[in-house]
């Protein structure tokens, strides 16, 4: 249990705390410390702008491989498909 707190935030970044509260289906307090305990992991002279970089670069790498993914997906699917198709071919020439 922890001790309440009055903080000021901007209603953008209200609305996107909520937001992600939902999808996760937690409450806004909880997104707030999650947020805090990632913030206190980092060390005191990190570079913001730097890792800010390093996050918009692997949200990019996470996009392009989910695109893989699903490409992945789909080949296997027509494989799957099609390997279905020869087995029942063989089926009726045996």
């Given at each position: 249990m922890g001790i309440a707190t009055?903080?000021?935030i901007?209603?953008?970044r209200k609305k996107?705390?909520?937001r992600r509260a939902r999808r996760r289906k937690t409450t806004?307090?909880?997104e707030l410390n999650s947020a805090i305990d990632l913030y206190l992991q980092l060390p005191p002279d990190v570079d913001?702008?730097?890792l800010e970089a390093l996050a918009r670069e692997a949200n990019a790498s996470l996009g392009r491989s989910i695109a893989k993914l699903d490409e992945a997906i789909a080949t296997v699917?027509?494989?799957r498909k099609e390997l279905g198709r020869i087995?029942?071919?063989l089926d009726e020439l045996a």
């Open positions: 009055a903080i000021r901007t209603d953008g996107g705390l909520l806004l307090e909880d913001m702008k730097d699917e027509g494989t087995d029942r071919r």
